[in-house]
């Protein structure tokens, strides 16, 4: 392969005017990275542990920093490749997927950084974190690329070959659009599980260890010391006696 090629971004397809990559094989990465993810964020929540994070976020980090450089062997994407290898390839212009990748890369190292190498547990940490998952959820679960939509706002030459066609101004079919109920029970269901969320959240925050586990994260240095320090009269009142 030639050296020109070979830092080429994307893939040359007949028929398509710029260089693309397969989206199945993105879908299937993003599912994978957020199980790992989610594996990662339950440990330490529930278990307490972060072993399981600091080698995913390892991975994590390389496998972005090659989607930028070269996607053609990144690791998470010949992982997805194996999975959907026998799949007709949906192709997305390869642009606006390496400047959705770039936000991914920009998110993986300071967690690299403070997970690994100078492990700091703090509420920026989390929130990272679960932006990351949220990303990789909406790519994989509805194909919707976030990092893409913020390319078409903030560039002057809009996307094109964006996954279903987001990109290209098309009318609606009547299999996609909302009645009147349909519509009224979305709003319904939505609504119930948003409660659900926040009472099971804020109601229960006694009967659940992640409940406390999250409160915990979600605390300044400045409260878990006042908590310390509660901690230690009490147990100085309790000697006195």
């Not at 996607?71 to 026998?86: D, H, I, K, T």
């Not at 009318?171 to 659900?196: D, N």
Request: charged share 20%; with cysteine; proline share 5%.
């Amino acid at each position: 392969m030639k050296v020109d090629e070979f830092f080429a971004y994307g893939e040359k397809v007949p028929g398509y005017e710029v260089r693309v990559l397969n989206e199945r094989e993105a879908r299937a990465a993003a599912a994978i990275l957020f199980v790992g993810a989610f594996i990662g964020l339950t440990n330490g929540v529930m278990l307490g542990t972060a072993v399981f994070s600091k080698y995913f976020v390892t991975f994590f980090a390389v496998d972005f920093t090659m989607r930028v450089i070269q996607p053609r062997y990144a690791p998470s994407l010949l992982l997805g490749r194996f999975f959907v290898q026998n799949q007709t390839p949906e192709y997305v212009g390869a642009t606006q997927k390496r400047f959705a990748w770039i936000l991914g890369f920009i998110l993986a190292w300071p967690m690299f950084y403070y997970l690994v190498i100078d492990f700091q547990p703090n509420p920026i940490k989390v929130l990272v974190c679960l932006i990351c998952m949220a990303l990789l959820f909406f790519e994989a679960a509805f194909s919707i690329c976030l990092g893409c939509k913020i390319f078409n706002l903030i560039k002057k030459d809009k996307a094109t070959h964006c996954p279903g066609d987001v990109c290209e101004m098309k009318i609606k079919e009547p299999i996609q659009r909302f009645s009147p109920a349909q519509m009224m029970i979305l709003i319904i269901t939505v609504s119930v599980m948003s409660y659900g969320i926040y009472a099971y959240m804020t109601k229960l925050p006694n009967k659940t260890q992640l409940a406390k586990k999250l409160e915990i994260l979600m605390m300044s240095d400045a409260q878990l010391e006042a908590i310390e320090d509660a901690k230690a009269d009490a147990e100085f009142e309790k000697d006195d006696f």
